[in-house]
């Protein structure tokens, strides 16, 4: 079965502060996996995606094969970094996203 | 360049009704699946068109249905509304939908009443 789990509804950090923002998949081929970020009142967007290993406004994730995890971290929190971030993998073949249940991330001045 | 386009933005049904939600991909994408959101399932995938074939299809009911036009264009139907059917309707496009970026939509709002 394809799933992702996001243990953290809600993460509050101060700006500054390092952010890890966990994410376990279970998947039984070779996903590629995905964050996705939801800023207030805008469209979900792609925020970094492991193949790529791009680091994205500050954002970095590792796929970790044997501990099944893709966390999204970053050194230094700022304030517009607050948003719903999503997990989400896909495997070969055709669109579909297997999404977590995200976590609210807050920073705060 | 013009995003996913949604349409409408907001609905308010009846139980029992049915609805069409349309989504308009970016230019050149064929690929355009259909995601459900709702504060209890989170994002849930509906499914999936490509060429105006159904691709994939996730765990839902018969009542949910959709289809892709030559265009590229699609559109979602809900049949026979139930007060569940309540959520945020996100369409997604992509190139090829293998393992491509998928781009999403606003989103239609649908509520059921």
């Known amino acids: 079965a394809q799933r992702v789990t996001q243990p953290e509804k809600l993460l509050s950090v101060f700006k500054g502060a390092p952010v890890e923002l966990k994410c376990n998949y279970s998947?039984?081929?070779?996903?590629?996996l995905f964050w996705y970020v939801q800023y207030s009142r805008q469209r979900l967007q792609l925020l970094l995606r492991?193949?790529s290993r791009e680091s994205i406004k500050g954002f970095t994730a590792d796929l970790n094969k044997g501990e099944t995890s893709f966390h999204l971290k970053k050194p230094f929190a700022q304030e517009e970094d607050s948003a719903m971030y999503y997990c989400?993998?896909?495997?070969?073949?055709?669109?579909?996203?297997?999404f977590g249940t995200g976590t609210r991330l807050l920073v705060s001045p | 360049k013009a995003g996913v386009t949604q349409t409408p933005r907001y609905l308010i049904k009846t139980r029992g009704q049915q609805v069409t939600l349309s989504c308009s991909p970016i230019?050149?994408?064929?690929?355009v699946s259909w995601y459900q959101q709702t504060p209890g399932q989170g994002l849930q995938f509906l499914f999936e068109?490509?060429?105006?074939?159904?691709?994939n299809k996730g765990n839902f009911p018969g009542r949910f249905s959709g289809r892709q036009f030559s265009n590229s264009r699609s559109e979602m139907n809900v049949s026979t509304l139930e007060l569940g059917d309540s959520a945020l309707y996100l369409c997604?496009?992509?190139?090829?939908?293998?393992?491509?970026?998928?781009?999403f939509g606003q989103g239609t709002r649908l509520t059921v009443v």
């Open positions: 997604a496009s992509s190139w090829t939908g293998e393992n491509t970026e998928a781009f």
């Open positions: 989400a993998l896909t495997g070969t073949g055709f669109q579909k996203l297997v």
């Open positions: 998947y039984s081929g070779s996903p590629e």
């Open positions: 068109y490509f060429s105006e074939t159904q691709r």
């Open positions: 492991h193949i």
């Open positions: 230019s050149g994408h064929r690929s």
